[in-house]
Structures are given as structure tokens and as C-alpha cells.
């Protein structure tokens, strides 16, 4: 019989039956709810560990790389190198980002308020990501339509500022984090200091300081709270909220910053008011490079960057210290401006821009007045500017023209426009006699207004004719006929004894043109490259003031081309024997070709490069005498600089010293003479000067009869108009074949100058008589004018072992008595006429030659 209560085959002992279930503790079953609530419990701690395992993964994956922000001091921002003239101040900044780094205390606390208020009012509160503001701002765009709330902290903004631009969900990510990293290692204010220095605010500007300098040309101290709220509502649109393109945007932006600052208590209402009835009063950025020594500071941004790397440039804050003097750059830039219009001038009038059918006359003044807003009526005219003119009347009665420039109308005289003679070649002194050989009806030229001297020099004349006193006379509007040149010049001044250079103008308009032609143009020097060639015969050949050379007929022919040379003097005439003196004074061609003969070329052009030249020479012959190969007016300068300094090479230098971000000093140029230096510093440069003595090229005794030889130029030669300055000059004018290359260099006691001038591309010679000495004498000497004022700086020092004797000028022996031919000249006391010079007659060119001459 069965057994119900055994165990059916095959369950296990201890098991339940199929079919029935095991009770829990207490017998009863556990309800459903139990169940379910025990299900999505496991599932719940399921996906917290897949989440947390994502979010492991997602952090670790997303903040590999992230910029490492451990403390403030790790916070080394790109900031704008600064270079600075002689008397320290600003002329040119260099950066990728325009920022001036400034430290927290320095920022007024209204304006930090501005940015909590504008940008994140919970800033004190969140942990760097505020969920809160996010459902905020979303709800106050949707409202207004458009963004004016951001949901990103500041804390974000500092983190985005770190990361790449482009907006992806990535990037939203690694901000979050690298937000609550600067949140654990930062306090709250450190957090602002970086914010408040790397924000861009337009205008090129990063951080609160250059936008207070490039907007308001402030100090962000100084600014008002009208100022710092437009600053303030910029972040989230620099461009639309820009006061200087968008000025009504910013005006509303502004004020939204303002009820904001009121509803956190930051200003009261009152004062919320006034600032919001402000004018905007903003500026355009100043390139000021562009403004003060853009030649100058262009040539030293190339040499940093050369040495330093483009990096160190624009993101080292280096502080760049340069030899520049202002006053003189100011100087240079006027000589050689107005040098170039006159020379422009001569050469004769390209023509008018353009010729306008009467219908077309409305709409260019219009455009002229949007150009120049003080063409409209009432408008203040600049004497220092250009404008555009209309010719609207010729009156040949008269001789003079109506001008429309605008709203302005004014009479243009017939002396205003004579030098508007065609630009032929060989019409350079021309003057036209009516303003129909110049101009037509519908005309549009460039023209300037008088200044004040040819104002009142008008009004003297008109007063004189109406028999009135002069205050009484109102002067109409008189325009002058101008054009923009296109001959070019260049001008470079230095302290050979400091070895600074001070002023350098390598063009006509830095603007149009950025080639520096004081340092970058070869271009033949001429009769200018003559003093190296006696340079060298005094030390290769013992050459002094007397000795007598041969001014005479050459005929060469070239041993390998088999082509004849036939040179010949400027002038065209031949003097027979004359003294070095003489044919150097008056630069004479065919001695000077003799010496070189005697030197032999290649001996010349070894010289020449101890001296400093060191551009090519491919013209290897005899034509090197008259500077037929190319050098460019640094070379020059430098040469001349040799000479004035009795044999020692200048050491010139553009910089005077260089600091890096921190001030520590990276390099070091400054002269004993600097009169910047403190007491210890120049003790210190004195030392190290006698330990670094100046390379010496020539023996100081030749050097100083170089130096006489060229004096006599400036005395009684090609450079005799120098003598109206009341200065001891040396100097050598240069032209060159058909005048496309005028030159003159000079150098005083203290000055070294030189001056070149031509065409760029050689589209055409200068002109007759367009020679060193009048084209390019005439700037120099505006600028050392200008420059030196009532300074005189005495004589050239005498080295030891010269002696001074007078010289019979015919003969070159010493002269026996006084008479219009004798001149006093220095000689090597080892190197000297012995002879006397004899009777008039009684000596023959044979018998000078044979005593020793060359």
C-alpha cells in the first residue's frame, strides 16, 4: 500500500513537492506590492551602478586634458607686449589677445557688481553650474523673445575661456568639469580676477583694463557707472552690444544692467537713472604704431620676433625699450613729407582723380560728407588733411577755380594750382598761367585748406587793399590743388657716440606702404659711396687734403665685353691737376675712377665691407668709383658713422633694453650716456664699456681726414647750402645717372643723417638738376633745423698726431703766403708736404707728380 507521505521518486529528501509552495516565516504569503516594489528596487541600484559606471566614464574620458588650474598662480594669460620710446612712452602693443593683466584690488567693486548682476546674480551661492539660473534664463528668454539672460556661470565663462571655441555637447561637458574643479581649488574672488581679465569685450579687447582703454582711452579705475554697465551687458554679444557699431543695442543693454544692479541693491534707483541718461562716449581703437613711429617700430617688431619667436611677441607681455626720440621722429616725418609734396610737385600734376557728369555732382558730395563729417555745413575743416574737391566753375578772367568740397564752397587761386604744370621730363620748373591747362568742369581733385600762416598772410593783403585793419577783414575759403605723391623717401637718424638710433622714416605713408626704404631699399648711391673710395686711398695709398690727382679724360675698355667707357664729370668739365680736397668738394668723376685703379676694385670692396657694406656687388669694375653698385641708406649711415667716430664702428641699436612679463631684465644696450640711467646703472655701463671697447676699422688719424674732406663738401661744395645752419657738417651728396637716385648723408659732432629719394619702380628719372643737393639736401636739412634749433655742438675732436698747414690749392705744397688758393688742412703728422709751393708758373704738373703725388 502507497505511502502518501513518502517523497515521490525523484525529488530530493527536504524538497516541496510539485505543486506546492514554501510559506515565509509566519505562514503567510507576501503580498504583490512586496514583490513589484523589490523588483524596481534591484532595478533602481541596477542603473545607479550602469549610471555612476557612465558618469566614471563620462568624467574620465572628458576631462582628460583639461587645462590644470591648481592655483591662482598657475593663471599665465597671453598679455600684449608693449614697445616704448626713449622717454618711455607707448608706441606700438603686439598681442593675439589685447589684455592688460590687473589685479582684483585695482577693479572698482561696482564694476565687479555690473557682471554678478548682469551675468550671474547666484555667483556666491552655486558650485559652479547653476541649474537653477539655466531654468531661469531659459524662462526669461522664452518671455522677451531673444536672449538677454545667459544660462552660464561665471565660473563656466572663466572654464570656457580655457577650452576650445567650438560649440559641441563635448564641450559642454569638459566645462562643467573643469567649472567644479576652479570651484574646489579657487576662492570666489580669485575666480572674478581671472573672469574679469580674460572676458572679450569686443574692440579686440580681452579683459576689463584694455576695454576701458581701447572704449573710454581710461584707466579702468576711472571709469563711470554709466561705463562700466555698457562694459558689463557686453559677454553675451560683444559685436551686437558694441557702443561703437551698435550704440542703440548697447544703450538698451545697458540699461537692462542697470535694473538689475538696482533690484540687487548693488546702486540705488536714483542713481540707476542718471546713468542711464549718460551720452555713449566711446572711441575706436588706436593702432598706435600706426600713429607715432610705424617705420621705427615695425623694423624692431621684426627683430623681437625674429629672436624672440612669434609666440613671445604676442602672448609674452614682453616690454620692449627703444631708442626712438619722438620729438625727432616728429621732425622726420615733417621734413620728409613735406620734401616729397614739393618734389612731387615739380615733377608736374598726374591729373584728376576722376571727371563727374553734372548729374553725378549731388551724390559725390553726399559721399564726401560721409566720408568727412566736417564737410558738412558748419563743419570745422582740418588744415593737416586732404579732401576731396569738385570743380564746379573756371573763371579765366579771374585765373581761379570753384571748389565744392561737401558743403563747402571755396575759391582756388591760380598760384594755389601753378606747379600743375603735365609730368614730362624736362618740365619740372614749369608754372602754368590759367587753370584750363590743369583742370575741367566736373573735376574731382584732392585739395587742403590754408593754414594759418597763409590765412593770415591773405588776410594781411586783402586788409592792405581795402585800406582796413586786419581784424576786420573775413577771410573767404581758399583751397590748394594738392596730389598724393608717388616719389618716395626715406630718412634715418642716429647718435653715433650712443649708438642709438632715434628717428627713422622709411617712406611717404606707412599706410600705403609698409617697404622700409631706410633699411630695405638697395639702390645706388652715386657720388655718396666716393668718401669710401678716399677712405680707402688715405689708408692704402697715404692720400691727404693735398694730395694732387688728375682731373682729365678716361677711356676704358673692358678687357671681356670689349664695350668702351667714356665717363665723364657731372658738369662736364675737366680741371686738370687738382687737390683731393677740390675733387671730393666738388665731386669729381674721373679722379676718383683714378684712385680706384690705383686701389684696384677688389681691394675697394674689401674695404667696404670692413667698413659695413654689406650688401652685393655685382658690378666689379671700375664704375663701383661713382657707387654703381646698390647699397641702402642704413649701410650708408653706418659708414659715415665710422668717420665720425675716428675709426670705431657705432654698435648701432634700435633697442635700448628688453623686459620680460615679470620685469626681469632679458637685454641690455644702454649707453653711459643714456640720460635715463640711474647713478649705479651708468657706473655699471662705464665698466662695462672700458671692458667691450668699440671695434675700430680705421686708424683714427685717417678717419679724421675723411671726416675734414667731407666737411669741405658741406663748406664750399655740392652741400654748400648747409652753411645757413651755422653747424660743423660733414657730409657727401649722390646722384646717379639721369637723377633716379638722390641722396644726401651728413653727420655733426653728436648727428649722423641721411636722406634718399626716388621712384620705387624707376618709372622715371627725377628730372634735370634733381640732384643730391637739391633733392634730397633740402629734407635733411629741414629736419636738422628742426632738430637742432639753437644747439650748436662745437667741432670734430682732433685725435692725437694730426697737424693743421696751409696749402697752396694749385700746387698742393705748402703754401708760402696767404691768397685766394690757400686752404688750412689736416695732415697725418707722419704723412705730410714737405715742399713749399714756388712762384706762380714756376712748377710743372711733371714736377708735382714726381715729388710724390698721386
Known amino acids: 500500500m502507497k505511502d502518501h507521505h513518502a517523497p515521490e521518486s525523484g525529488t530530493p529528501a527536504g524538497a516541496a513537492p510539485s505543486g506546492l509552495r514554501i510559506l515565509p516565516p509566519g505562514g503567510k504569503p507576501r503580498p504583490f506590492l512586496w514583490r513589484v516594489f523589490r523588483f524596481l528596487m534591484a532595478l533602481f541600484l541596477l542603473w545607479g551602478v550602469a549610471g555612476a559606471l557612465a558618469l566614471t566614464v563620462i568624467y574620465v574620458t572628458f576631462s582628460q586634458d583639461l587645462p590644470e588650474i591648481a592655483s591662482i598662480d598657475q593663471y599665465r594669460p597671453g598679455s600684449t607686449s608693449r614697445f616704448h620710446a626713449v622717454d618711455g612712452q607707448l608706441i606700438g602693443?603686439?598681442?593675439?589677445?589685447?589684455?592688460?593683466?590687473?589685479?582684483y584690488d585695482r577693479i572698482p567693486l561696482k564694476l565687479v557688481q555690473a557682471f554678478i548682476a548682469a551675468e550671474d546674480n547666484r555667483f556666491f551661492e552655486h558650485f559652479g553650474v547653476d541649474p537653477e539660473g539655466i531654468l531661469r534664463a531659459a524662462f526669461a528668454n522664452m518671455k522677451a523673445g531673444r536672449i538677454v539672460q545667459g544660462g552660464s556661470t561665471i565660473t563656466q565663462q572663466v572654464a570656457k575661456s580655457f577650452l576650445s571655441r567650438e560649440k559641441t555637447f563635448t564641450r559642454k561637458f569638459r566645462e562643467a568639469i573643469l567649472s567644479f574643479r576652479l570651484e574646489k581649488n579657487l576662492t570666489k574672488q580669485e575666480i572674478l580676477y581671472i573672469y574679469l581679465n580674460?572676458?572679450?569685450?569686443?574692440?579686440?579687447?580681452?579683459?576689463?583694463?584694455a576695454a576701458a582703454r581701447n572704449y573710454f582711452r581710461k584707466d579702468v579705475s576711472e571709469l563711470t557707472l554709466d561705463e562700466m554697465t555698457i562694459l558689463a551687458g557686453m559677454p553675451q554679444a560683444p559685436s551686437r552690444y558694441s557702443p561703437l557699431l551698435h550704440p542703440a543695442e548697447a544703450r538698451r543693454r545697458r540699461e537692462y544692467v542697470l535694473v538689475r544692479m538696482a533690484e540687487e541693491g548693488f546702486i540705488t534707483p536714483a542713481e540707476a537713472r542718471e546713468a542711464k541718461d549718460k551720452p555713449i562716449k566711446v572711441y575706436p581703437i588706436r593702432e598706435i604704431y600706426l600713429a607715432k613711429t610705424p617705420y621705427f617700430t615695425e623694423h624692431v617688431r621684426k627683430d623681437i620676433e625674429s629672436r624672440y619667436g612669434a609666440k613671445s611677441l604676442l602672448e609674452g607681455g614682453l616690454r620692449v625699450y627703444t631708442t626712438v626720440d619722438q620729438t625727432r621722429q616728429i621732425y622726420s616725418d615733417r621734413a620728409l613729407t613735406r620734401g616729397v609734396r614739393q618734389l612731387d610737385k615739380r615733377i608736374g600734376f598726374r591729373g584728376p582723380l576722376v571727371n563727374l557728369p553734372r548729374?553725378?555732382?549731388d551724390a559725390f558730395r553726399q559721399a564726401a560728407k560721409k566720408r568727412w563729417p566736417e564737410l558738412r555745413e558748419g563743419g570745422r575743416l582740418s588744415e593737416t588733411r586732404l579732401y576731396t574737391g569738385l570743380v564746379t566753375h573756371l573763371d579765366k578772367a579771374g585765373k581761379n577755380a570753384a571748389i565744392q568740397a561737401g558743403d563747402h564752397t571755396g575759391t582756388m587761386r591760380i598760384q594755389d594750382m601753378n606747379w600743375a604744370h603735365k609730368p614730362e621730363y624736362g618740365r619740372e620748373n614749369e608754372v602754368i598761367t590759367s587753370p584750363e591747362q590743369a583742370l575741367s568742369i566736373g573735376d574731382v581733385v584732392l585739395v587742403r585748406i590754408f593754414n594759418a600762416k597763409e590765412h593770415d598772410d591773405v588776410r594781411n593783403m586783402l586788409a592792405k587793399k581795402a585800406n582796413l585793419d586786419p581784424g576786420k577783414i573775413e577771410v573767404p575759403l581758399y583751397f590748394k590743388l594738392e596730389q598724393t605723391p608717388e616719389l618716395q623717401a626715406a630718412l634715418v637718424s642716429g647718435l653715433?657716440?650712443?649708438g642709438y638710433v632715434t628717428a627713422m622714416s622709411g617712406g611717404y605713408d606707412f599706410r600705403v606702404s609698409?617697404?622700409?626704404?631706410?633699411?630695405?631699399?638697395?639702390r645706388q648711391p652715386g657720388s655718396s659711396f666716393k668718401p669710401i673710395v678716399y677712405a680707402a686711398a688715405v689708408e692704402a695709398l697715404g692720400l691727404h687734403p693735398a694730395?694732387?690727382?688728375l682731373d682729365a679724360e678716361i677711356l676704358h675698355r673692358d678687357a671681356v665685353t670689349k664695350v668702351n667707357w667714356k665717363p665723364r664729370n657731372f658738369e662736364n668739365v675737366n680741371h686738370g691737376l687738382v687737390t683731393a680736397r677740390f675733387a671730393l668738394m666738388n665731386s669729381l668723376n674721373l679722379p676718383t675712377i683714378r684712385l680706384l685703379e690705383k686701389l684696384t676694385v677688389t681691394a675697394l670692396i674689401e674695404y667696404a665691407r670692413k667698413l659695413g657694406i654689406a650688401s652685393p656687388f655685382p658690378n666689379q669694375d671700375l664704375s663701383l668709383a661713382l657707387g654703381s653698385n646698390c647699397i641702402t641708406l642704413w649701410e650708408l649711415i653706418k659708414v659715415y658713422s665710422v668717420f665720425d667716430l675716428l675709426g670705431e664702428k657705432p654698435g648701432y641699436t634700435f633697442i635700448r633694453y628688453v623686459e620680460d612679463a615679470n620685469g626681469r631684465l632679458i637685454e641690455d644696450h644702454r649707453h653711459p650716456l643714456d640720460p635715463f640711467l640711474s647713478y649705479g646703472e651708468r657706473i655699471d655701463r662705464m665698466l662695462r664699456a672700458a671692458m667691450e671697447p668699440r671695434e675700430r676699422v680705421m686708424d683714427a688719424r685717417d678717419a679724421y681726414i675723411v671726416t675734414y674732406l667731407m666737411t669741405q663738401v658741406a663748406k664750399g661744395g655740392t652741400a654748400a647750402a648747409t652753411n645757413e645752419l651755422g653747424l660743423e657738417i660733414a657730409g657727401k651728396t649722390g646722384t646717379t645717372n639721369d637723377s633716379f637716385d638722390a641722396w644726401f648723408a651728413g653727420f655733426t659732432p653728436t648727428t649722423a643723417t641721411g636722406v634718399w629719394v626716388g621712384f620705387d619702380r624707376f618709372q622715371r628719372p627725377l628730372g634735370p638738376g634733381m640732384t643730391g643737393g637739391k633733392a634730397a639736401l633740402p629734407i635733411w636739412m629741414t629736419y636738422m633745423r628742426q632738430m637742432m634749433g639753437k644747439t650748436k655742438d662745437g667741432g670734430f675732436p682732433t685725435p692725437p698726431g694730426i697737424v693743421n698747414l696751409a696749402i697752396d690749392g694749385k700746387t698742393g705744397l705748402l703754401a708760402a703766403g696767404g691768397g685766394t688758393d690757400v686752404f688750412v688742412a689736416p695732415f697725418r703728422a707722419d704723412n705730410k708736404p714737405e715742399g713749399v709751393a714756388p712762384e706762380a708758373g714756376s712748377v710743372t704738373h711733371e714736377?708735382?707728380?714726381?715729388?710724390?703725388?698721386?
Not at 602693443?93 to 589685479?103: D, K, S, V
Not at 580674460?198 to 583694463?209: A, K
Not at 609698409?514 to 638697395?522: P, T, Y
Open 547 to 549: 694730395t694732387m690727382l
Open 847 to 854: 714736377e708735382i707728380f714726381r715729388s710724390g703725388d698721386l
Open 496 to 498: 653715433p657716440r650712443m
Open 93 to 103: 602693443e603686439f598681442a593675439e589677445e589685447r589684455r592688460e593683466l590687473t589685479p
Open 198 to 209: 580674460e572676458i572679450f569685450l569686443g574692440n579686440r579687447s580681452y579683459g576689463v583694463q
Open 359 to 361: 548729374h553725378e555732382w
Open 514 to 522: 609698409k617697404f622700409n626704404r631706410a633699411v630695405q631699399a638697395c
